[in-house]
Every structure is written in structure tokens, then in C-alpha cells.
């Protein structure tokens, strides 16, 4: 390092900015040896300590995002010693070592939430001058991770980085819809969350109707009237599903699911035996219901797609580490027997697919209209309501293709 500044002042260079990639596999404090000017993260080499699926040489790529976020930069005297930020696109370097890892379930929507951490971090901690990030590559095609154009993404990566640099939205088409084109169904196991989900569902722009599937005793006078008095719903109705499974509801909704074009379907579920339940639940409704901008873009991709058919959000990362992205023979056999229902002559092969995780979503109706036709004999047996408590997120993607239609994932909230 002394002797590349020696030279380049001996041959006319002048002073050159000599930068540090930050690895997890150095520990030395390079800011006590004068050697470099800064230090620049490179993601995956880095300090990110990523979990693997199930075991597998997958890692989950939204984890970057949620690590990002959290950074701590105490321990970095930033005055002195600049620390500049970076982002990647995908990464799999398996062409290039044995020991290789794989960042799955990427998409440009999340690349775009990336950037815009490490941008937001970088404006507030330096001035015009010094404000840089770094990306993880150009056309590092050996490692998996390249902004060029490709056949998959198109210009969507690099359009996603120009978009987070001008700090403009991801999606920016919004679209009118005609009176009580929307019905929101609200399955409630306990009163604990109510407030919170009322609050979220409040967010949507469009004049809607609101319908009340109750799962346990609640005291139902007292939940009338609060909804009553907090709910923007044009009108509302409750309902006691003493069956306490998701699929009554929607077969007791079957007349009058006709009378509407989109539904967003949510889970008030029970607290589940798992350690990140409240941040999982948070992440699903902010993805449907964060705020009228994120409600207007779905019903915007809607309305301009005639063959999407239902929107939901990516599987959060914390599930992928435990559960990974694929179900077991016996569910993919009850999958089938469900299936067989709806469409007699089809079989389901492939075990590993997406969901929307805790039956939340948004869609139209025609996409799904075949679960209101199913007969209620079906619903009530008790093999079905095995099917129904394991098995029925699985059931929407297939639900939707066989009727026609696409699906579209989305991550536009932590």
C-alpha cells in the first residue's frame, strides 16, 4: 500500500483512495493500520451469518434485508474511517468451488427494499461528497450475481437499484374501481389483535364490505360495537363458524361472493408455538394491508393483468430456515384428494411449490370461485377437516392455474 501512494505521487497520479473489503473471515482492526482510506462491504462477504434451509446449501435472500436493517455501526468510528454499504443480486457460486452457497427466493422488488436500507443508512451518515455503495456484480455470471439484463429479469434488477437511488416507489400505477367491488374476509380466533387488524384493514382506499368469521367465544355485542365505531367498512357482518375451520367460512360466503370482484382473505390466527409468530403475522398483513399506497398497487396490478388471478406475499425467511419450501408425501396425498374434489381428473406430482402462508392473500374472485361450489358433505367429513387445518394454503395456486389464471408474489414491507 506504501508504495502504490509512493508511486503514483512519483508519476504524476497524485493522491489515490485505497479501500478494504470488510470479510467475516478477517478480524483485524484495520482502522489502527493506516494502510486504507475506508472499508467496503461486498455482500455475501461480509458479516452477514446467514441460515440455511433445512440443512441445504440454500440460503434465503431476504435475510440480507432484515440483517441490513438491524446493522449496528457502533463499533465503526465512521469520521475517520469510512464504511460504505453494499447489495447484491443473486449469488451462486457452485461453478465456481465445492463448498458453495445459493441466496434463493430472490426477486427485484426485494433487491429494491435492500437498496433502499443501505441508501437511507449512506444519506444519513455522510455527506454528498462520500455518499457510495457498493453492488455485488455487473456480470459476475460465475457467481450468480450480475445486474446485466438477462432472459429471467429483463431490466427489472437494474430498474429496481435506479428506482431505490431516486428514492421513487417500485410500482407507481394506481387504478379507480367501482362501489362494493371488494370483500374482506376477517377469520378471528381471539379477541387479542383485533384493534391492530381493524387499523390495517382501514387502510383500504376503495369502498369495501366487511365480513366476520368468529372461531371461539367472543363476546360478540362488544365486537359489534367496536367495529361499528372504528371500522371505515361500508357495511359488516359476523358470523359464528362453529366448524372452526377456514372452508365453511368460504362456503358459507358462497352467495354472495358473486356480488364482488376481488377478496382479501385474513387470518387473526392463534399464537402459534413458534418463536417469531408476532413478527410472521406482522409481516403477512403489512404486505397486504401496510398502508392505502401498498392496497392501490395491488388492486392496480389487478386491473391491469385480466389473467392475474391472486397476490400474496413471499414466504417470510424465518419459515423457509424451519419449514424450507416443500411439503411431505402424505400432504401432497390429501392435497390430491382435495384437489380431485374441485377437478377430478387432475393430479398434483411436484411437492415443492409457492403459498400464501396462513391462507392471507388477495384475489379475484373468478380465480378461486370454485371453492364456494364445493358440496358441504365434502367440507364436513372428517378426512376433509384434516385436509383443511394442514393443507389448505397449498390448495390456492392450484386452485387458481387450473381455473386459468396466474399468481403474482410480492415484498413491499418488512
Known sequence: MTIWRKKSREIGIGEIFILICINRNKTQDFQD??????????????????????????????????KSKDFNDTNINLQKFPYFRGSMVEWDNCARINNCEIFDHYSPEQFYMLNKIIIDWTIKHYYKDIRYIFINAWNEWGEGSYLEPDDKYGYASINSLSKAIFNLPYSNKYHSIGENKIAVLLHIHNEDSIKEIINKINNIPYIYNLFIYIYNQINIDQLKQYINLNSTANYFELFLNIQGNLLTSFFNFRNKAKNYKYICNINIKQNE??????????????????????????????????????????????SLINYGDSINDSDLKYLNYFIKKIYPHTLVRQNLFDFPEGNMFWAKINAIYPIFNLNSNIIFTYKSILIIKNNLEQIWIFLVKLNGFLYKKIFKHL
Do not use: M
Open 273 to 318: 408455538d413458534i418463536n417469531y409468530f408476532e413478527d410472521w403475522k406482522n409481516y403477512i398483513h403489512n404486505n397486504l394491508l401496510g398502508d392505502s399506497k401498498i392496497i392501490s398497487e395491488i388492486i392496480s396490478d389487478f386491473e391491469h393483468n385480466d389473467n392475474l388471478g391472486i397476490i400474496f406475499p413471499e414466504k417470510y425467511y424465518r
Open 33 to 66: 493500520l493506516n494502510l486504507f482510506d475506508a472499508s467496503y462491504e461486498f455482500p455475501p462477504r461480509n458479516s452477514f451469518k446467514n441460515h440455511r434451509i433445512l440443512n441445504k446449501k440454500t440460503l434465503i435472500y431476504s435475510e440480507l434485508l432484515y
